[in-house]
């Protein structure tokens, strides 16, 4: 299984940028993917989820009302849109899939950085 994020990069406060994570060699149901950053000295934060069923979201309060996931299903890739991006925002994006097997699955990540 493969996780492979890209859309990261540079941008000013208030700029957008559209994260992407596509899954692939997954011959088994994906139940959830989901988005986790990490800023530099700090841990591994939760950004947002989704269900591959239902499409049911869940988003960190620090994020709600800016950020927007969502997925296809049929190209098994899952998007990140964030908007009105704050220097806070700058961190490694890193992409996550919860397996009907009950196996984790992590991306190897992408920068995003957001100046003042």
């Known amino acids: 299984v493969q996780l492979v994020e890209s859309g990261g990069g540079l941008v000013q406060a208030g700029d957008s940028l559209r994260l992407s994570c596509a899954a692939s060699?997954?011959?088994?149901?994906?139940?959830?993917m989901g988005w986790y950053r990490q800023a530099p000295g700090k841990a591994r934060e939760f950004v947002a989820q989704?269900?591959?069923?239902?499409?049911?979201?869940m988003y960190a309060d620090s994020v709600k009302d800016r950020f927007t996931i969502n997925r296809d299903n049929a190209k098994n890739t899952m998007y990140l849109q964030m908007n009105s991006l704050k220097p806070e925002d700058a961190a490694v994006y890193y992409c996550?899939?919860?397996?009907?097997?009950?196996?984790?699955?992590w991306g190897q990540g992408t920068q995003v950085t957001v100046s003042s």
């Open positions: 996550k899939a919860w397996a009907a097997t009950g196996n984790v699955y």
């Open positions: 060699g997954i011959s088994f149901s994906i139940n959830a």
């Open positions: 989704i269900t591959t069923s239902r499409g049911s979201t």
